[in-house]
C-alpha cells in the first residue's frame, strides 16, 4: 500500500494507524503546495481533491478521506483491535466520532491554516476551536478513550488533531484533560516512529 502525506497533516493519522497494525505500506511525501508528489508525479491522479491522506491498495485502488481509510486500516488487521467489530452499538459510536472528527472539529481549523484568511475568519475559527477543545476536554475529564472503552482509531484522529492548536496560537494549558490524555498516546511505539518518519521529532 501507499499513503500519501504531509507531514503534521491529518495525514498522520492513517499513518500511525498503519504502523499499530504493522501493515506493509511505503508513505510518499505530497507537496500540497504544488501537488506534486515527491516523486514528481501529479497528485491529482491520485486524490483529484488534491487533499491528504490517500491510500493506495496493492490493487491499484485508492481510498480517500480519513473516516474511511482509518476504518479500512483497522479492519484489515483485526487483531490490532483498532476499531470494534462490525454491526455493534460501538462500532457506529466509533463512526461518529470519526465523523465528527472529520468534519466539525478539522473544519474549525481551515481559516487558521489558510494564507489570507481575514483577521476576522481567525478569530472566528479560533473561537470554534477553543469551544470544541473545551468539550473535548470535559468528555475526557473521566474517560481514557474517544470512543468507547477501549483504544481505537478514533483517539489516534484526535491525538493528531490536538497537536494543530500550538501552532495557531491557541494555549493547550487551558485544557489539561486532553494534555494528559495526548500524553498517553504520545507513549505509544507507533506514533513516536511516524512521527520521527514524518520528521516532526
Ligand atoms: N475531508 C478530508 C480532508 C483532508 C484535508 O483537508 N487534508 C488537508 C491536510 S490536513 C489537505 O490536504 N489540505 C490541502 C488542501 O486543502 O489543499 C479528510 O478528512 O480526509
Keep these: 500500500m501507499k ?82 467489530r462490525d454491526g455493534t452499538l460501538e462500532r457506529y459510536r466509533l463512526i ?15 481559516p487558521l491554516f489558510t494564507p489570507g484568511s481575514s483577521d476576522e475568519a481567525k478569530l472566528a475559527a479560533s473561537t470554534a476551536v477553543k469551544n470544541h477543545l473545551g468539550a473535548l476536554d470535559k468528555e475526557l475529564l473521566d474517560k481514557e478513550h474517544y470512543a468507547g472503552s477501549e483504544f481505537s482509531v478514533a483517539d489516534i484522529y484526535l491525538f493528531v488533531m490536538l497537536g494543530w492548536p500550538a501552532h495557531v496560537g491557541i494555549d493547550m494549558s487551558a485544557y489539561p484533560n486532553l494534555g494528559a490524555y495526548c500524553g498517553r498516546i504520545a507513549q505509544r511505539p507507533s506514533v513516536g516512529a511516524a512521527l520521527k518518519a514524518e520528521g516532526l521529532v
Excluded at 35 to 61: H, I, Q
Excluded at 97 to 107: N, T, V
Design 3 to 84: 499513503l500519501f502525506i504531509s507531514p503534521g497533516a491529518c495525514s498522520l493519522a492513517p499513518h500511525i494507524a498503519l504502523r499499530e497494525t504493522g501493515a506493509a505500506f511505503d508513505a510518499v511525501k505530497v507537496d500540497l503546495a504544488t501537488r506534486k508528489v515527491e516523486t514528481g508525479d501529479d497528485f491529482l491522479t491520485v486524490n483529484p481533491s488534491g487533499k491528504v491522506p490517500a491510500l493506495t491498495l496493492d490493487s491499484g485502488e485508492t481510498l480517500t478521506e480519513n473516516p474511511a481509510i482509518l476504518l479500512y486500516i483497522a479492519d484489515q488487521k483485526p487483531d490490532a483491535a483498532l476499531a470494534p
Design 96 to 110: 461518529s466520532r470519526l465523523s465528527f472528527l472529520g468534519s466539525e472539529f478539522h473544519k474549525a481549523f481551515v
